[in-house]
């Protein structure tokens, strides 16, 4: 089991109660391109090594996976095809099925949008019933947020608070937040994976509110993962150790890839260097010829 909570650390799995994330996303800057198929394999991905931890230890039942993914633009830098992406949605939902995984689209100001809308079909078609698509605009955040946390077994609950004085009395009321009473109580792995591509600047303070609420109302022993994607992936609650360690690793194998490539074209340089020629073979025996008839 130690193993297991020393590999969920590395892997950028925090407890929801000491997690960074709310204050890593805060400090992030939005640029570039979207990537969000690859973002998208990348979380899931993830949530099939630690469901395989688990079912190694026979803890899987005891948890719930949700995969929280928002973008506000069409996919124009993933390395991964919409049809691979359709193939491997299909895959995963065969492991993960919707008792184990449940994931959620939401699309920021992408309502008119129809190629989109018509490749987030596919993609909730190819995932069965594990997943739900919601195209909003940027008012609607932080509301479909909350409509997340109610399905996946948090619901909400109104209070009424008056305030009075000697002018006026104004009613307000409060929202609260409280987890579903279930017969089987379930610790939830929510994944964050949110698009920070140039285009998400004005949103993005939304958005991380937004979090940082759900976050608020997660238990103590609930898992939490952050990813973010512009035209690269980012586990952003991944350790700097195993970050460091990928890094060196990467440039490990491209000096390699670079060594060997070098070593196989000089070999072939030489190689055609020192090759028989019939040609200059040819040549030669031509000349010796014209010698001797001289």
């Not at 805060?26 to 690859?38: H, K, M, P, S, V």
């Not at 026979?58 to 948890?63: A, D, L, Y």
């Not at 937040?177 to 939830?188: E, F, G, S």
Request: net charge negative; glycine share 6%; with cysteine.
């Amino acid at each position: 089991m130690e193993e297991i909570v020393v590999s969920m650390s590395l892997l950028g799995f925090e407890t929801a109660e000491s997690s960074r994330l709310r204050y890593l996303l805060r400090n992030i800057r939005c640029e570039g391109t979207t990537a969000f198929r690859d973002a998208v394999v990348k979380g899931n991905e993830l949530m099939l090594q630690l469901f395989s931890m688990f079912l190694k230890v026979g803890i899987h039942e005891k948890f719930q996976f949700v995969h929280v993914v928002l973008t506000d633009g069409a996919d124009c830098s993933s390395q991964i095809s919409h049809l691979e992406f359709l193939k491997y949605q299909a895959y995963i939902n065969s492991q993960l099925p919707p008792s184990i995984l449940k994931t959620f689209y939401i699309g920021v100001g992408l309502e008119n949008d129809y190629k989109v809308s018509e490749q987030m079909l596919q993609i909730i078609q190819c995932s069965g019933e594990s997943a739900q698509y919601y195209p909003i605009n940027s008012n609607g955040i932080n509301e479909i947020f909350q409509k997340i946390q109610m399905e996946i077994g948090i619901q909400i609950q109104q209070k009424g608070l008056l305030i009075q004085n000697d002018q006026m009395t104004i009613g307000l009321m409060q929202q609260q937040y409280k987890p579903v009473i279930q017969l089987k109580v379930n610790n939830y792995i929510v994944l964050f994976t949110l698009d920070i591509s140039g285009s998400m600047s004005s949103n993005w303070p939304k958005v991380c509110n937004a979090v940082s609420s759900f976050l608020d109302n997660l238990g103590k022993n609930d898992l939490v993962l952050g990813i973010t994607f512009n035209s690269e992936v980012n586990i952003i609650t991944m350790s700097d150790q195993l970050k460091k360690q990928i890094t060196n690793q990467t440039q490990t194998y491209n000096q390699t890839q670079t060594y060997n490539q070098t070593q196989t074209y000089n070999q072939t340089q030489t190689y055609n260097q020192n090759k028989y020629s019939p040609k200059d073979s040819v040549v030669k025996n031509e000349d010796q010829c014209c010698c001797s008839i001289f």
